[in-house]
């Protein structure tokens, strides 16, 4: 079955810097874009950045310039780097894998905390 594990989330400083990884099985990874998201406490889940099959990347404008995403095919993994955290990034950063041939499917998060 298809599976994604995130990994790497913690406890942080505001300004500090973490990189999250999301290791995917059960799915043929290079077809897939994969995306990161986030929910905060109370808050609506929201996309954070996504990169396609091919590499394309789209960020939300809140992390633009601080946080990049990043694919490698020969591990099947996803990486979210965040610099320049700020307490507003508080959240549940959830994985996500979506294709047309296997549809859509989610991590079950990784909690990113960011003190003032």
């Known amino acids: 079955q298809v599976q994604l594990v995130e990994s790497g989330g913690g406890l942080v400083q505001a300004g500090g810097s973490l990189r999250l990884s999301c290791a995917a099985s059960g799915i043929i990874f290079s077809l897939n874009a994969m995306g990161w998201y986030r929910q905060a406490l109370g808050k609506q889940r929201e996309l954070v950045a996504v990169?396609?099959?091919?590499?394309?990347?789209n960020y939300a404008d809140s992390v633009k310039g601080r946080f990049t995403i990043s694919r490698d095919n020969a591990k099947s993994t996803v990486y979210l780097h965040m610099n320049g955290l700020k307490p507003e990034d508080t959240a549940v950063y959830y994985c996500?894998?979506?294709?047309?041939?296997?549809?859509?499917?989610w991590g079950k998060g990784t909690l990113v905390t960011v003190s003032s």
């Open positions: 990169i396609t099959s091919g590499g394309s990347t």
């Open positions: 996500n894998a979506a294709s047309g041939l296997t549809g859509n499917h």
